[in-house]
């Protein structure tokens, strides 16, 4: 997991390995991610009801964007690398 923005800031790291089961989603990682994390990771990774993913970030799979939506369909393989890159305001 490789982590840029204020979620290098949030984590205070920027990458870090997770042993994950077999044919995990992308969507169960962030929320092991979020969970670990807490309060911070999850609100600024997930909507108000910490279901959905917010989709003004950028979630790529070794370096293949995926939508929000698509996380819970994504699987992920054994040496998967995952980014989480927020969205620049301005």
Known sequence: MRYFG?????????????EVPVA?????????VAAKYGGN???YLFDSNAITLRP??????NGEAF?????????LDKG???????T???
């Open 41 to 43: 990771m999850e609100s």
């Open 56 to 61: 003004i970030h950028m979630y790529l799979l």
């Open 24 to 32: 995990v989603t992308l969507l169960s990682l962030l929320r092991t």
């Open 80 to 86: 998967s690398v995952v980014s989480i890159i927020p």
């Open 6 to 18: 204020v979620i290098r800031e949030i984590a205070e790291k920027r990458e870090e390995t997770f």
């Open 67 to 75: 939508k929000a939506g698509q996380a819970s369909t994504v699987r």
């Open 88 to 90: 620049q305001g301005g």
